[in-house]
């Protein structure tokens, strides 16, 4: 299946986002501040939903989460919030943002399983899982892309207030949009009335 989420905006329309890897997969699902308004983790359950409908794909019936486990996402959630705002904007990373990746990375994580198909082989993960699996799979991504080689392309779509962020993984690295469907079309279309616009007399 395509990694990625299907979006609906309060302006409007359905697209599909896939923002690359797993921790910035996490950034969907809500943030601090004015991002409060998108929170969609308001229960454990919300998070064994996320789980399933992130690159991971696990089945939402057999991730089971507490609510302790649930608050431990949410905070490592906006604090990665903090460090994607950091790298896309060429700033310092927060005081504590390494230190609450650590302590999360720690914990045992999900276990990968060899899943072998007629065309070849795949991942699967043993389940059930955890919501302190899903915490150290999370931070252990951070720490995977940070020392990768796309350390330097965590992006912000280029959009008119868009603010969802991606990592590029394009060969190029030249990925400007959450989605061309979207903000990639808008831009095209504002370019294309700016053109067409008659010149000030």
Do not use: Y
């Amino acid at each position: 299946m395509e990694p990625g989420f299907v979006l609906r905006p309060p302006s409007g329309g359905v697209f599909r986002f896939d923002p690359g890897t797993l921790w910035l997969d996490l950034l969907v699902s809500g943030g601090p501040g004015d991002l409060a308004v998108f929170e969609t983790l308001h229960a454990p359950a919300d998070l064994a939903t996320w789980a399933g409908q992130s690159r991971l794909r696990l089945d939402p019936g057999r991730v089971h989460v507490t609510a302790g486990e649930l608050a431990d996402l949410v905070r490592l959630r906006d604090g990665l919030w903090e460090l994607a705002w950091a790298l896309i904007r060429g700033r310092p990373v927060p005081p504590g943002i390494a230190t609450l990746v650590d302590d999360a990375a720690a914990q045992p994580p999900l276990a990968p399983r060899l899943q072998v198909t007629g065309s070849g082989f795949g991942r699967e993960w043993t389940l059930p899982a955890t919501g302190t699996q899903l915490l150290s799979a999370v931070a252990r991504d951070v720490v995977d892309v940070l020392t990768g080689p796309h350390a330097d392309r965590v992006r912000e779509c280029g959009g008119n207030r868009c603010g969802l962020v991606f990592l590029d993984t394009s060969r190029p690295g030249s990925r400007r949009w959450c989605s061309m469907e979207r903000c990639g079309n808008r831009s095209k279309v504002r370019a294309l009335r700016e053109r067409r616009a008659p010149e000030p007399g």
